[in-house]
């Protein structure tokens, strides 16, 4: 592998030079996730590709083109002997002219992402604003996301193949291959069948939170959630049926006639809880489902720490909770210099991957470790060995998603919550923050949120608020637009323009200025 020693670059003075403070667009997480809801609607698919060799495709002599005059100079090389033609042997320090975008160059990141943006641009694909990795290409319905060199296209699938023929012209790509078959980013999915009484319990959820009903007396809530708790005992795990519905087989029992009318009853609600949520939405298709699995990650993280803690496996014990109550450790822990100082980082940065991607129960937890690597203590150490504990007894957990509705039929949920003074160090709050696509017969988790805030606040309501805006701020608004560019796509049209939804559904649904008015409006709901 030829790469450029970014170390050891020299201006025409000898002097080390200096290069203006440029790099490549990140990669929202979140677009991940609305990628993958966009290839699960009904005539959609999705696709990845990565490119050969990406940055060595940009050839140097069209810098000023890419970015402009006088940004990027002349640079000159030095190669290694044994990489030297023989005719340089009598010359004293050869030099030679880069002629191609090399990595570890300081602006190569941003000369590849410059290059693959032109081409992209030059097939019909538009910018998203606020969504640096993502664009749309409206007429063939179609989105893609960009991270350096790995691309992921969602949308139609009769011009998913046509598009990356076009996009082939200009950039050197591998063949498509079909998302769920692939890792993108560190993250497998795979496609799995989901009962419907899974279905049935988010659609209830969001339905009570939609719908606020009169309150309930303590006899009801009990009734209500044995009822749940019995529905729950139905499905074990998703099943490969048709319906995709699992009855357990009952235990032994002494009256053969309680079985019967026990089973006779449980029958009898699966039947009536799948016509319920078969006759939901508008869209009577197959429900897609399938689920983010970070198993390989999290195994990874656990021998990282294992191997860099020393300690072994035998020392680790099931839990059932990624966090240390702050009352259940010593005074002296929190000023007492931690014994895993040295190796915090490599592993609690690692972790937090895999909580922003694919494990947000982890997230509160590495969170408050990673505030800490710079001022590890004794009770840090603790924390993190819980932390590895729990990874270690939850590593096969899965992120369900599913999707059977259409666009028009779908919203975004945005579920936001604060601690209040919950760090005992200086009373500080923490935010929470949930964003999801919810609807009828769709469940897609799309991003998370845990920071704690910088302020001190003076009441629960305060810290409520703070979190509102700091949720609505970086992933509520941002996302609500990209939702907004979504609809446009693909919701079904009627003579070029878009169907309007009834004034009922769309006082159901976070549209625009009409979601946020509302917003503004239930804030006077908040419990003081």
């Not at 209500?224 to 029992?253: C, M, R, V, W, Y």
């Not at 509302?518 to 006077?524: A, F, G, T």
């Amino acid at each position: 592998r030829v790469v450029f020693r970014g170390d050891q670059v020299r201006d025409e003075s000898g002097f080390y030079a200096v290069f203006t403070e440029q790099s490549a667009s990140a990669s929202h997480m979140a677009a991940i996730k609305f990628m993958d809801f966009i290839g699960r609607i009904d005539g959609n698919d999705s696709q990845d590709s990565d490119a050969v060799k990406a940055y060595t495709q940009v050839e140097l002599n069209c810098l000023e083109e890419l970015l402009g005059e006088n940004v990027q100079a002349e640079t000159w090389i030095t190669l290694p002997r044994d990489r030297r033609p023989r005719s340089w042997d009598n010359i004293d320090n050869p030099v030679c002219p880069l002629l191609r975008n090399l990595y570890g160059h300081p602006l190569a990141g941003l000369i590849w992402e410059k290059h693959c943006q032109r081409a992209i641009l030059k097939a019909g694909f538009e910018k998203i604003p606020g969504w640096e990795c993502l664009l749309v290409h409206r007429s063939k319905q179609l989105f893609l996301s960009v991270y350096v060199d790995d691309f992921r296209m969602a949308g139609k699938k009769e011009n998913l193949t046509p598009m990356w023929k076009i996009l082939s012209s200009s950039l050197t790509l591998e063949d498509a291959v079909d998302s769920v078959e692939n890792t993108y980013l560190g993250c497998n999915q795979r496609n799995i069948s989901v009962s419907y009484l899974i279905v049935k319990e988010k659609r209830d959820m969001f339905s009570r939170l939609i719908s606020p009903v009169q309150g309930t007396t303590l006899e009801e809530d009990k009734k209500e959630a044995q009822q749940s708790f019995d529905d729950s005992q139905i499905l074990t795990q998703p099943s490969s049926s048709s319906q995709g519905i699992t009855i357990p087989s009952s235990k032994n029992s002494k009256s053969s006639s309680k079985k019967q009318v026990a089973d006779k009853g449980i029958s009898t609600r699966v039947q009536a809880l799948s016509s319920m949520v078969k006759d939901s939405g508008s869209y009577k298709g197959p429900i897609k489902a399938w689920v983010y699995d970070m198993k390989e990650h999290t195994e990874q993280c656990i021998e990282r720490y294992m191997e860099l803690a020393h300690v072994s496996e035998s020392k680790l014990q099931k839990r059932s909770t990624p966090c240390i109550d702050d009352h259940q450790l010593l005074s002296a822990d929190s000023t007492t210099k931690g014994s895993l100082e040295p190796i915090a980082s490599r592993v609690v940065l690692k972790i937090l991957y895999t909580a922003r991607l694919g494990r947000p129960d982890t997230l509160w937890s590495v969170n408050t470790l990673a505030r800490k690597v710079t001022k590890w203590s004794k009770s840090c150490d603790k924390r993190l060995h819980r932390l590895i504990e729990y990874l270690k007894t939850t590593k096969d957990w899965v992120q369900l998603c599913f999707v059977g509705d259409l666009p028009q039929d779908c919203w975004l949920a945005l579920f936001v919550d604060a601690s209040f003074a919950g760090d005992l160090e200086d009373s500080k709050s923490t935010n929470g923050a949930y964003l999801c696509i919810a609807g009828p017969r769709i469940f897609v988790p799309v991003t998370w949120i845990c920071k704690r805030q910088t302020a001190v606040s003076h009441s629960s309501t305060e810290a409520e608020v703070i979190s509102l805006v700091a949720a609505l701020r970086t992933g509520g608004l941002p996302s609500l637009m990209l939702w907004e560019l979504i609809m446009n796509v693909f919701s079904k049209t009627k003579q070029g323009t878009i169907v309007p939804q009834s004034p009922q559904r769309s006082t159901n649904r976070h549209r625009g200025q009409s979601a946020l008015s509302s917003l503004l409006q239930d804030m006077k709901d908040i419990d003081y």
